[in-house]
């Protein structure tokens, strides 16, 4: 299959007609029309019906049309961005990030981007990991920041950390005397802050399992869609929350309100990783941004470690 063969198909199905798709790419009615016999023999189902004036697209037309379209705007994007990489030119930089990476992980990320000259053009994504994968898969994304499971997708871990759950409470909550290890069983009797699950789907399921391992059903009682909402809520002593342990490293996590303690049960059950496309050797600027990524994300790991 060529992009040429795409290119005629999403003329054709845009214009409904191959006698005025043919006019738009200058070239004759029965080559167009060849050509497209040849796409439908090549794809395995019809993709159009023709009728005496026009054509319409079958039902497997109409989903052949969307991933065309996708395709075709990706070598699009694809030759543009070698292009400015020949040219030296201000690259572009697409990273998917998912939530607690953005206030974690990505500061040290762009100060490593500066510190080293490189001036790209940085379009940053909130995306859950699952997305990530998919996008990184079809070349949507260059680098993840995404919390690594098992999975489909051919993807190479560059580098990777422990980021332990951790119990957000109140700075004058009972458990907030200790700042050690604590069971989770604990709280179990504690009203919690949780993730509004439209939004935060991953974080709501693992927070509810979390507690359905330690023996009970979170009190849920309030619920917000980012962390530092749900932080927030936590030091006004609406509840505690489940969250990742990297949180725990921001310069001013809700003025000194809120304190972190380490469960013991989930140490080691969450891990953030720097994901890239699997594929052939990277060339000497993606490499040298993969292992700016990496050690910023090593940078982070060094600093759970010290709490």
């Known amino acids: 299959m060529e992009l040429r063969h795409l290119r005629y198909f999403v003329a054709t199905a845009e214009l409904g007609s191959i006698t005025r798709a043919s006019e738009k790419l200058f070239m004759a009615q029965p080559p167009l029309s060849a050509q497209l016999k040849q796409l439908e023999d090549e794809v395995g189902v019809p993709l159009f019906v023709r009728m005496p004036r026009g054509v319409r697209l079958t039902e497997a037309g109409v989903s052949f049309l969307e991933d065309a379209r996708a395709i075709l705007a990706r070598s699009q994007q694809a030759g543009q961005r070698a292009r400015e990489r020949q040219a030296g030119a201000r690259a572009s930089l ?5 939530p607690s ?4 992980v990505l500061p040290g990320f762009l100060r490593r981007l500066h510190e080293a000259g490189l001036d790209a053009r940085v379009e940053a994504r909130e995306m859950i990991t699952s997305k990530q994968q998919l996008a990184l898969r079809d070349d949507e994304l260059d680098l993840g920041f995404a919390r690594p499971g098992a999975g489909a997708v051919p993807l190479e871990t560059v580098a990777v950390i422990d980021d332990p759950y951790a119990i957000a409470l109140p700075a004058g909550h009972p458990l907030a005397a200790s700042r050690s290890p604590m069971p989770l069983a604990l709280a179990a009797q504690a009203p919690f802050v949780g993730f509004a699950r439209h939004r935060m789907a991953d974080y709501f399921d693992r927070t509810v399992a979390l507690c359905q391992e330690a023996g009970f059903t979170p009190d849920i009682r309030c619920e917000a869609g980012q962390f530092v909402s749900v932080l927030a ?22 003025g000194g309100a809120v304190v972190f303690r380490p469960l013991q049960m989930a140490r080691d059950k969450s891990r953030l990783a720097v994901l890239a496309p699997a594929g052939p050797p990277r060339d000497a600027w993606s490499a040298q941004i993969a292992s700016l990524a990496a050690e910023a994300l090593e940078e982070l790991g060094r600093r759970l470690e010290s709490r």
Do not use: K, Q
């Open 94 to 98: 697409r990273i998917g990030l998912v």
């Open 101 to 104: 990476a953005i206030h974690s």
């Open 233 to 254: 809520l936590v030091a006004s002593g609406l509840g505690v929350a489940i969250v990742p342990s990297s949180l725990s490293t921001l310069d001013s996590v809700a």
